[in-house]
């Protein structure tokens, strides 16, 4: 029984209009309307008057089965709910749609006043009401495990129905978009009352647990964070599990910023975490083997309980393929071993899971599971005394490995999301560790020269279109619209770059329907390009495979005549991309490599009838976090530190 989206709207889980999922999938929120945070059951919750909260859950590719779109086992929806007040109508709690069609939603109060579900085109309706103005759990559970699917409702931990189904439930199209508060189809049915404690799963919720829902709010299922950006082992989730660099650990250039190094005399990091009793847990990242083990396998991670029993082990083995090994509370120990191997020096993403039915192991697309109990959902713990954690090693070895963006997650991830990837989605912001490949403040404000403040020299100049404007930081660049206000035609960037990103603020003309701010192209081929195209924000990249692809979104609005801050961030596998800070969407990138620039056009296209601001623009040839990102949307014009006061004296004595 793995939960496949959870909200709380405390200041935890609460940036702005986003609310963080907290259960594992990524599935972030967007309050929309006149939604408010006002007190509920659990610190705030969310006033819907007139509002709701958005959320889009995308599969990461076509074809694949995306677990949260997943219907196999049914689905469970749980809330706390109060209503603003006693009168007798519709009120959505929350819902969901895809293809044109109401897949399910559920009701604080029908038009009679009671609790009711409509799942699959089928109504479920009770005869309990909830219009008392008081706080009530209400608990909706379509169950597809069964020979004959069943629909259970409870209200406060009480069945008050139990029905055999009167319809199937099944996903269409490529999204589905679930609100809380109201009617996805149609927009209609306000809540008008207070949710908190929104839960959202793909299985029955099993009667035992019941009572557990409705008697503490959900936990983050972010159990650790370790970007290794500062440099540190610090744990960026809300656990604060921070572990101790080993002496002869190092860190290094990463995907997303910086990374840790093991070498073979000890993990690279290591400390007591104590995560909890587990029934699922996913491990995910980023590895790099960086040697080869010979003559025998290579520990690269390891979680001990509190006597130094191993509870977890990875290792590499002499063929440079993966074991993971689990000892388990039922069925002693389980391993599971990768048929892909690592690449000598190449980063991979990973994953190593557990949950009650089976453990698995996966190396980018390569995905190897092997059984260890039944099928039927539950919760009872598969893994316990969580208590020591070992990062690149275990308590006596080191693997010589290094690790980027290492996530622990209470939940299993039967298909990880190109989103799970690319960082947390709320954390603590912090200034990029990547290299540049060109930093324009654009401060200059006289002269056709605009200084590159980065370490590679990428120094632009001023166009016959360009002109110095007020920018949201001191100047900025301007272009008229007869082409770019400033470029570069002998860029300094690796032949085989492993990413790319860009964060900049910019200022589109009303004037201009598609205003390209940055381009990048080589001798014949377009690399990449950001602009606006009918007031929205987009990214058009290309790759060896010949193949490009616009990417855009309606909820990503660039107004007009208006300082917005825009970024992209690509790994080569998937986009992010983001507005004022915030990732709003993440889209695969199947292109194939990414190409050399040799060209750089800001403020437009060469020739083009662009017309927009640019300021304060970062270049690089790596992918950033979206905590870089933030960072950078927080931090105008701070990307490197001013130079040291020059040496006036040594003061005089007193």
């Known amino acids: 029984m793995a939960q496949s989206a959870g909200y709380t709207f405390n200041a935890d889980t609460v940036s702005g209009t986003t609310v963080r999922d907290i259960a594992g999938y990524f599935l972030h929120g967007t309050i929309v309307g006149s939604a408010t945070l006002v007190a509920a059951k659990y610190g705030d919750g969310l006033n819907c008057t007139g509002g709701a909260m958005h959320v889009v859950v995308r599969p990461p590719k076509a074809g694949d089965s995306f677990y949260p779109l997943s219907t196999d086992g049914g689905l469970s929806i749980a809330a706390w709910v109060e209503l603003n007040d006693n009168t007798a109508a519709a009120r959505c709690i929350a819902s969901a749609s895809s293809g044109g069609t109401l897949n399910w939603a559920v009701y604080a109060s029908n038009a009679s006043g009671n609790v009711e579900a409509k799942i699959g085109g089928a109504t479920y309706s009770t005869t309990t009401s909830i219009r008392d103005g008081e706080q009530h759990h209400v608990l909706v559970v379509f169950d597809a495990t069964a020979s004959t699917d069943t629909v259970k409702i409870a209200v406060d931990g009480v069945e008050v129905l139990s029905v055999n189904a009167g319809a199937a439930l099944a996903y269409s199209g490529t999204e589905v978009i679930m609100e809380a508060g109201r009617n996805t189809l149609t927009g209609s049915e306000a809540l008008d009352g207070i949710v908190d404690d929104l839960r959202w799963w793909n299985d029955p919720v099993e009667a035992a647990y019941w009572p557990t829902l409705i008697a503490v709010e959900q936990i983050d299922h972010q159990l650790a964070i370790y970007p290794f950006d500062q440099d540190t082992a610090e744990d960026l989730g809300t656990s604060g599990r921070d572990l101790t660099v080993a002496p002869s650990a190092s860190f290094t250039t990463g995907l997303y910023g910086r990374a840790l190094v093991s070498g073979t005399a000890a993990a690279g990091a290591s400390g007591v975490v104590d995560f909890p009793d587990c029934d699922r847990l996913a491990i995910c990242g980023w590895l790099r083997l960086d040697t080869a083990p010979t003559g025998a396998a290579a520990p690269i991670l390891a979680i001990d309980n509190s006597s130094n029993n191993a509870r977890v082990r990875v290792v590499v083995n002499t063929n440079r393929t993966v074991t993971a090994t689990w000892t388990t509370i039922d069925d002693g120990t389980v391993s599971v071993t990768s048929t892909a191997v690592l690449t000598v020096g190449q980063w991979t993403r990973f994953q190593v899971a557990i949950n009650p039915t089976y453990v698995q192991v996966r190396l980018e697309g390569d995905q190897v ?286």
Not at 447 to 469: C, F, I, R, Y
């Open 369 to 654: 599971t092997e059984s260890i109990g039944d099928g039927f959902p539950h919760v009872s713990p598969a893994i316990d005394g969580l208590y020591r954690l070992s990062i690149g090693g275990d308590a006596s070895a080191g693997g010589q490995v290094s690790y980027d963006y290492l996530t622990f997650t209470k939940n299993f991830l039967a298909e990880v999301t190109s989103g799970y990837w690319s960082g947390a989605p709320v954390m603590t912001p912090y200034r990029p560790a990547n290299v540049a490949r060109g930093v324009y403040h654009f401060n200059e404000n006289s002269g056709t020269v605009v200084d590159d403040k980065s370490p590679s020299g990428n120094d632009l100049t001023l166009t016959a279109a360009g002109s110095w404007v007020s920018g949201i930081e001191g100047s900025a660049l301007g272009a008229n619209g007869t082409g770019p206000g400033a470029s570069r035609t002998s860029l300094v960037w690796p032949a085989s770059p492993p990413g790319w990103a860009f964060s900049a603020w910019v200022k589109c003309r009303s004037s201009s329907d598609g205003a390209r701010f940055l381009v990048l192209r080589n001798a014949a081929d377009e690399v990449a390009h950001a602009g606006r195209l009918d007031g929205l924000f987009w990214v058009r990249l290309f790759g060896t495979g010949g193949t490009t692809g616009i990417v855009s979104s309606s909820r990503a609005p660039v107004p007009a005549e208006t300082w917005t801050h825009v970024a992209a961030s690509c790994d080569q596998k998937a986009v992010q991309l983001f507005l004022n800070g915030s990732v709003f969407t993440v889209e695969t990138f199947s292109a194939g490599p990414l190409l050399q620039p040799a060209e750089l056009h800001v403020g437009g296209d060469n020739p083009d009838s662009s017309v927009a601001d640019v300021d304060d623009l970062r270049l690089f040839d790596t992918p950033i976090s979206a905590a870089n990102v933030r960072w950078l949307y927080q931090n105008t014009g701070q990307y490197y530190e001013p130079a040291p006061a020059a040496f006036a004296a040594w003061g005089v004595p007193l």
